[in-house]
C-alpha cells in the first residue's frame, strides 16, 4: 500500500485545496478529526460526494451520548448510495462455492435483481416501518435482499443458516418480521445441509411473518420436506420474483431512518437488536473503508464471513465505493487449509478480510500459501477477531503474502465499524494495531475515568460516531442500550474491551473486558449456551469461558456440573455438543467439555464468568475475588490449577 497515491493522500490534498488545511502527520490529522467532528464529519461528506446528493441543517445538532444527532435535515437511502457506481467496466460481485467456477454479476444485473425484489417487497404490502428477515448463507441474494429492502425503507435483518432454530428464534422474534427469505441450505466442508425442516420450524415460531421468498441453493425444492407448514404464509420463487422487470424507485428517507438490526448478545437476557440509521452507516463505511481500508472502486474484496457477523455488512459496503465484493459460500479450509487462499487466486482478489483464528491455525498447520497459490493481484489483508501472537503477523509476511499490507482492524457489531485500524500514513507495527481511525475519540481509561497511556485500561469513546445505534430493538425507554455502554462512564461510551494506547498512537487489544463471548470476532452470549446446555436432564449447571490465552489461542471450554447420579462419559459430551450444534451452531461448540463439581457463584446468584475467565488468563485467585463473597471458593482454587495446565508460555 503506497501513501502517495492512498485515498487518505487524496483527502489531505482535497483538504488543503478546499479548506485550507494541512498536516504535518496522522496523528495530527487524528486530532483534529476528533477535536473538530462538525469540520471533519462535513468533509468526509463532501469528499464523497454526497453534497451532491442532499443538503443538512447542521453537522452534529447535538453532541451527548447517547443521542447524539447528526446531518439534521438530510436524506439518503444506503441501497442507492450502494448501486451509483454502476459501471459495465468491472463485474459487481463474483460468488464463488466449494464446487464450480466463480460467477460474475454484473453491476446492470445487480440492479435489475434490486429493482424486481424491491418491487415484489412493495406489493407484499412492505415498506417504512416493516422488517425483512433473511435466512441466508453468504449469497448474491442475500446481497440483493438486503438492497431490495433498503430501497423500499424497510428494515433489514439477517441469520446465516448454520444458527439452529431457537438462536435464530430468540432473534427474529423481536424483530417481526413481515417477510422471510430463507435459502433451503448449503454447503461446508465438502457437505450439504438441507434447511428446510429449520425454516418450516422458524416460521412456526414467527407468526408475524406472511410471505416466504425460497431461495433454492441445493436444487432440491422438488424433492423432500416442506418449506411451511403454515397455510397463511404465500411462499415466492426467488428467481421469478428477481428476474421481473421493474423500475427501481428509492424511499427518500431521513439520515436515521432504520436500515438494519444487527445482534450481539451479551451474557444474560436476549440478544440486543442494534438499529443503524442510514445516513450513518453511509458516511461512517466511506471513511472507514475509503480513508482507512484504503478501499478503492478496482479492488476485488473478499471477507471470509457469514450473514450473522457485522463484517458481512462492512464488506457489503465495499459496493459505496464501487469495488466488487467477492461472496465465498464455503468452509476457508476446504479442501485444506489453504481453500481460502485458493478462492481469492481464481478471483483475483486484491483485499482479503479474514479472522484471526484461521491465520493462527494455518500457521500452525505449517500451512505455505505463497508457494502454493498464485495471490499476485492481493495488496491488502485485514485482520479482525481478536489478537494475534507474533509469530503470526511473521508467518503472514513470510509465507501467506510478503507483498501485501496486514492491517489489524478491529471494531464491532455495536458500531458496524472500525475504531481502530490501519492507515497508509502509519507503519505496520507487529502484535499492534496501527493507530485509531479518524474521527474515533479513542481512549484507554482506568476505573476512575483517568486516561492511561502504555497502561491497559478500558476502550473508551469520548465523542459520538455517526453509525452508534440509534437504539435497541424492544428499549423504548434506552434503558439496555444505556446500561451497555454508559453505565460506568456516564456520557462516554465503554465498549468492553482491555486495551492499552501507546505515544506513538498504536493500540493494543487484549479482548473483552467482560465475559461477552468473542468467537472468530463474532460475540455470543453464555446465555445462549445456558439456555441449551442446563435444558438437558443429565446436566445440573454449567459455566462457559471464552478466554484471550497468552499464546494467542482464543479458548472457549464448558465447565458442566452432571446432576445428581449422572456419570460425564463420551456419551455425555457427545449429547451436549450435539445439542448446543443444533440449537445454535458449530460455532458456539466449545473448545472442551469439562465436569466440575459445582459452579462458583456470588452470594446473590451470579456465576463468576469474568473472575474465572481472569483466572484461566492467568490471574491469581485472591486477585479476582473477596474471601466470603462467593459461594464454593474451593472452585476457584480448582480453575487455578486447570489453568496451570493449559500449557501457556
Known sequence: MSARNSNITAFLAWLAQERGRSFTDYAELWRWSTDDLPGFWSAVWEFYGLDTVSDYDEVLADARMPGATWFTGARLNFAQQCLAHATDERPALIAVSETGDPVEISWDRLTREVAGTAAALREMGVGPGDCVAGYLPNVPQAVVALLATAAVGATWTVCAPEFGTPSVLARLRQARPTVLVAADGYRHGGKKYDRRPHIAEILDGLPTVRHLVAVDRLHTSATGPAWSHRRDVTQHDWSVMADREAPLDYADVPFEHPLWILWSSGTTGVPKGIVHGHGGIVVELLKALGLGVDLRADDRYLFHTSTSWMVWNFMVAGLLHGSTLVLYDGSPTHP????????AERTRATTVGVGAAYLIAAERAGAHPAAATDLGALRTILQTGSAMPDSTWRWVHDRLAPKARLQSICGGTDICSVLAGDSPLLPVRTGRISGPSLGVALASWDATGRPLVREQGELVVTAPLPSMPLRFVGDPD???????????????????DWVTMNPDLSVVVAGRSDS???????RMGSADLYAVVERLPRIADSLVIGAELADGRYYMPLFVVPADGERFDDALRAEIVGAIR?????????DDVVPIEAVPRTLTGKKLEVPVKHILQGARVSDVSAEGAVTRPDMLAWFAEFAAGLGQP
Not at 582 to 590: K, N, Q
Open 478 to 496: 434506552n434503558a439496555r442500550y444505556r446500561s451497555s455502554y454508559f453505565d460506568v462512564y456516564p456520557g462516554v461510551w465503554r465498549h468492553g
Open 516 to 522: 461477552t463471548l468473542n468467537r472468530m470476532g463474532v
Open 336 to 343: 485444506d487449509v489453504n481453500g481460502l487462499w485458493r478462492i
Open 582 to 590: 443444533h440449537s445454535l451452531s458449530p460455532r458456539h461448540v466449545p
